[in-house]
């Protein structure tokens, strides 16, 4: 039976087919395999986070663009500010209502109004009461618009952030570009507001 050789090289030759040393290659192996591991470890924990950022940073379909706002819960109970009748080509009953900041800063004359302060207008095409002839009275609802007070926060619109809604929902971008232009040329010297305390 014949014997099977293989060439075994010496150490010298060894050294010289391979002249990396593979001295401690097992530790350096593993470090590397730690590292790769902690690498991926760091994606996954990173990446839920970025999908939560993500999330907050998409705009609320209930806000109103430009602002954020939205309509404030209860306020159909708030207190009354004043109503008001708009002519043509609106031809809209009104009322306009405030939280109890709004309130208080009526009550006592405060200008500018205070951080906080929020004020709800309900707005109703009139129509002939069928009962009163002479009386008007609401009809089909047109839109509730919304001014939150933050000072910080709309520092570039007076203070004031603005919601216009219909039908439970935000209008379109284009009628809110309008909002703070309107006020700002009219009611300025009110603190950016139209309406004054019914007596």
Same mark, same amino acid.
């Given at each position: 039976?014949?014997?099977?050789? #293989?060439?075994?090289?010496?150490?010298?030759?060894?050294?010289?087919?391979?002249?990396? +040393?593979? %001295? $401690?290659?097992?530790? *350096?192996?593993?470090?590397?395999?730690?590292?790769?591991?902690?690498?991926?470890?760091?994606?996954?924990?990173?990446?839920?986070?970025? !999908?939560?950022? #993500?999330?907050?940073?998409? =705009? /609320?379909?209930?806000?109103?663009?430009?602002?954020?706002?939205?309509? =404030? %819960? &209860?306020?159909?109970?708030?207190?009354?500010? !004043?109503?008001?009748?708009?002519?043509?080509?609106?031809?809209?009953?009104?009322?306009?209502? $405030?939280?109890? %900041?709004?309130? *208080?800063?009526?009550?006592? $004359?405060?200008?500018?109004?205070?951080?906080?302060?929020?004020?709800?207008?309900?707005?109703?095409?009139?129509?002939?009461?069928?009962?009163?002839?002479?009386? +008007?009275?609401? &009809?089909?609802? #047109?839109?509730?618009?919304?001014?939150? *007070?933050?000072?910080? *926060?709309?520092?570039?619109?007076? &203070?004031? $952030?603005?919601?216009?809604?219909?039908?439970?929902?935000?209008? /379109?971008?284009?009628?809110?570009?309008?909002?703070? !232009?309107?006020?700002?040329?009219?009611? %300025?010297?009110? /603190?950016?507001?139209? #309406?004054?305390?019914?007596?």
């Amino acid at each position: 039976m014949n014997n099977l050789h #293989t060439h075994q090289p010496s150490s010298t030759n060894a050294a010289k087919a391979f002249p990396l +040393s593979l %001295k $401690g290659a097992p530790a *350096k192996f593993a470090g590397a395999g730690v590292l790769a591991l902690a690498a991926a470890l760091a994606t996954f924990a990173v990446a839920p986070i970025a !999908a939560k950022e #993500t999330r907050a940073a998409a =705009p /609320d379909p209930q806000a109103s663009p430009i602002y954020g706002v939205t309509l =404030p %819960k &209860g306020y159909r109970q708030w207190q009354l500010i !004043a109503p008001a009748i708009e002519a043509e080509p609106l031809n809209e009953l009104r009322v306009v209502l $405030g939280n109890t %900041k709004a309130i *208080k800063a009526y009550d006592q $004359g405060t200008l500018p109004f205070p951080d906080g302060t929020v004020l709800v207008k309900l707005a109703w095409k009139h129509v002939q009461s069928p009962e009163f002839a002479p009386a +008007s009275i609401p &009809g089909a609802a #047109t839109t509730v618009q919304v001014m939150v *007070k933050d000072s910080k *926060k709309y520092a570039a619109t007076g &203070g004031w $952030g603005f919601g216009r809604f219909i039908d439970g929902k935000p209008a /379109d971008l284009a009628q809110h570009q309008t909002c703070f !232009a309107c006020h700002q040329s009219l009611v %300025k010297n009110h /603190d950016y507001v139209f #309406t004054r305390l019914a007596p």
